[in-house]
Nanobody, 124 residues
Framework: QVQLVESGGGLVQAGGSLRLSCAAS????????MGWFRQAPGKEREFVAT????????SYADSVKGRFTISRDNAKKTMYLQMNSLKPEDTAVYYC?????????????????WGQGTQVTVSS
């Protein structure tokens, strides 16, 4: 069983930055593919970024490419999302997710474990 806890959300002005963290429990964190998803009010949850078990491979949604960076520290059992040049349309609840396979995935249903989410609000 894996438990995921997000932190680092908050209110920021457009153009600003935030770094989200996802702390995991469980001894096998280092073997899991991980991802970030987000859900804006009135919209479905959408893919943001994903990272392989080693951190050697990453992939991003087109909407955040070049602005967001996903990373992980397996020794600390933590995944990060560095968000720069934030826009009002980035406002959402951000969720981290883990899958028992080692590879990346941008597909929501391929993840078995989810955090409770952290709110990110970008003001214009």
């Amino acid at each position: 069983q894996v438990q995921l806890v997000e932190s680092g959300g908050g209110l920021v002005q457009a153009g600003g930055s935030l770094r989200l963290s996802c702390a995991a429990s469980g001894r096998t964190f280092g073997t899991y593919g991980m991802g970030w998803f987000r859900q804006a009010p009135g919209k479905e949850r959408e893919f943001v970024a994903t990272i392989s078990w080693s951190g050697g491979a990453t992939s991003y949604a087109d909407s955040v490419k070049g602005r967001f960076t996903i990373s992980r520290d397996n020794a600390k059992k933590t995944m990060y999302l560095q968000m720069n040049s934030l826009k009002p349309e980035d406002t959402a609840v951000y969720y981290c997710a883990a899958r028992t396979l080692r590879g990346m995935s941008g597909t929501e249903y391929e993840y078995e474990y989810w955090g409770q989410g952290t709110q990110v609000t970008v003001s214009s």
